[in-house]
């Protein structure tokens, strides 16, 4: 038992980088390797080292990590989809506008225009209502300015996951990692 062979990660795997664990047990499934002992991969290292016995198919084994992807393609989709996520988060985290002012999207900012609305023919008027930044006020004269108001909020929280999911949904129909990355949040 030996070492058998050393690969340079940047020249020899096409995607650049390895799953150590997931190319250990691709390697160790091959048959590629008799008696395959393991390999080693520093941490950091550009290189790893394949041991075992002897080589029983070294060109399966070179093409077998040539084509290693260290992420799958579900996986590499997980991640676009929470960088939709981050900004469909980061559109709603700019408010949304009303009578002229921007006013939050928090999630508290949220459970307040509901429990206002839930409430609004039981509320006393005028009241005044703080944009994001606290710089104005809007003064809500009557139910149905509350009312307009929260529909408003939702309308545009609910246009951004809308458009989060219309990429969503492109990202769910790529067959391949470049049509994931074809889909481009431009929003």
């Known amino acids: 038992m030996g070492l058998l062979k050393t690969y340079t990660i940047s020249a020899d795997v096409t995607a650049g980088v390895i799953d150590a664990k997931k190319l250990d047990g691709e390697i160790k499934g091959a048959g590629v ?3 395959y002992t393991g390999m080693v991969y520093p941490a950091g290292s550009d290189q790893f080292k394949v041991y075992g016995e ?3 198919n070294e060109a399966g084994l070179d093409t077998l990590v040539q084509v290693h992807e260290a992420v799958t393609l579900a996986e590499y989709k997980t991640i676009k989809n929470d ?3 981050t900004r469909t988060g980061e559109l709603i985290a700019l408010g949304y506008n009303y009578a002229g002012l921007q006013f939050s999207l928090s999630q508290n900012a949220q459970i307040n225009i509901l429990a206002i609305d839930t409430t609004r023919d ?3 008027y005028p009241i ?3 944009n994001i930044d606290d710089t104005a006020v809007h003064q809500l004269v009557d139910a149905t300015d ?3 108001m ?3 909020a939702l309308a545009t929280k ?3 996951l809308d458009s989060g999911t219309a990429f969503k949904d492109q990202v769910r129909l790529a067959v391949d990692k470049a049509g994931v990355d074809a889909v481009i949040d431009n929003r």
């Open 150 to 152: 929260y529909l408003t």
């Open 158 to 160: 609910k246009a951004h």
């Open 122 to 124: 039981e509320l006393s």
């Open 83 to 85: 960088a939709i996520d």
């Open 146 to 148: 509350v009312h307009n």
């Open 33 to 35: 390797i008799t008696n």
């Open 128 to 130: 005044d209502h703080n």
């Open 54 to 56: 002897a080589l029983s």
